[in-house]
């Protein structure tokens, strides 16, 4: 099975959760941004990433808007499941920006990257890069192979929501969300692609918006069955 979860900043004790627990060997985990075990890169840090690899299912993640891209970009690209993604271990992978993934028979398109909701308090190349955001290039690579599959895919999985989503969102928020070029081109595709489900993180909220859209934090939904695992 493929289970989908929100951004995990790094914390351990998520995968000491009951819910965690319905996850089975030969499995696979995606987190929708911020998994946050590449940040330090410590040995703290490698304890923990050499703990995650002993789980007996796989754990994938594209990148969100607080991750170490320096770090993450040394790891080793290798081809997996049909696209390119960062190979942490032998079961942790960084789900590469613009790529078609085929997991379980499954086609899955991933697109990591954000913009920060907290952009004008973090200093540049301390907590905030330009890196955060996907550049014109993996915006037309993801396009470009969506195009190999007649733009239809089974899900799709980013950390930022569409446009109209990310702006229905927080229409209970006193000022205007930041809507970036990346929420307009998730809009363009949401318009033309064909997809059973779409999972995004960024937003930090646990919210079925409709059948197709579902948005993640700290729940844990089963991508093929749209189902809430508890």
Wanted: include cysteine; charged fraction near 30%; aromatic fraction near 12%.
């Amino acid at each position: 099975m493929i289970y989908a979860t929100g951004d995990m900043h790094g914390d351990y004790s998520v995968f000491s959760q009951k819910k965690f627990k319905n996850i089975n060997e030969g499995d696979t985990l995606i987190v929708c941004g911020d998994f946050g075990f590449i940040w330090k890169g410590d040995s703290k840090e490698r304890k923990i990433l050499d703990k995650l690899a002993k789980k007996k299912y796989n754990i994938c993640f594209v990148d969100g808007t607080h991750e170490n891209f320096d770090l993450l970009d040394k790891f080793p690209v290798v081809g997996f499941s049909g696209g390119l993604a960062h190979k942490i271990r032998d079961n942790i992978f960084h789900l590469m920006r613009g790529q078609v993934f085929e997991i379980e028979g499954e086609k899955i398109f991933a697109m990591g990257g954000g913009e920060s909701p907290d952009i004008d308090i973090r200093p540049e190349d301390t907590t905030w890069t330009n890196d955060e955001l996907p550049n014109r290039e993996e915006m037309r690579e993801g396009a470009k192979n969506l195009e190999k599959y007649k733009f239809k895919v089974d899900y799709i999985v980013t950390h930022e929501p569409a446009q109209k989503i990310k702006t229905f969102l927080n229409l209970k928020d006193v000022e205007a969300p930041r809507v970036s070029a990346l929420n307009a081109y998730f809009q363009e595709l949401s318009a033309n692609c064909e997809y059973t489900r779409w999972f995004f993180g960024s937003l930090h909220e646990d919210k079925f918006v409709s059948p197709s859209q579902i948005a993640l934090f700290q729940n844990l939904v089963n991508v093929q069955t749209g189902e809430l695992v508890k």
